[in-house]
Structures are given as C-alpha cells and as structure tokens.
C-alpha cells in the first residue's frame, strides 16, 4: 500500500482499448505502442485506486510512490 503513481509500458507491440479510470490523468480507449508509450507514464491515482482496463494486448504496470 502507499503507491499513488504508476506507469503503464506495453509489453505487446500494441495495446488496444487501455482505459483508466480514477486517475488523474484518465484514458478511454486509447492505443498505446512501444513506440508512442508516454500516454501511459507517469499517472497519479485520484482516491483509493483506478481502474485499468485493456480490450487487446497487455501492459506492464509499474506503481510507485514518493521517498
């Protein structure tokens, strides 16, 4: 628990359908590659937690939190 940031890198060539919810900086149905990734970085949850959502592909997620 205490992680209010994370990232989101694919792992696929492609990812279809990435959707974040409860984030600062939220997604709908957004398409992220290896090559144009930055839409996913470095995001902050609003509250409690975010939904992440993906209809095609798969993402690695990476939480972290302020020292």
Do not use: H, M, Q, W
């Amino acid at each position: 628990s205490g992680f209010k940031y994370f990232s989101l890198i694919p792992a696929t060539d492609i990812v279809k359908g990435v959707s974040v919810e409860g984030a600062k900086y939220p997604l709908k149905n957004a398409r992220l590659s290896r090559k144009n990734a930055g839409f996913g970085t470095s995001n902050e949850i609003d509250g409690n937690c975010a939904l992440i959502t993906v209809k095609k592909g798969a993402l690695f997620v990476i939480e972290s939190r302020d020292a």
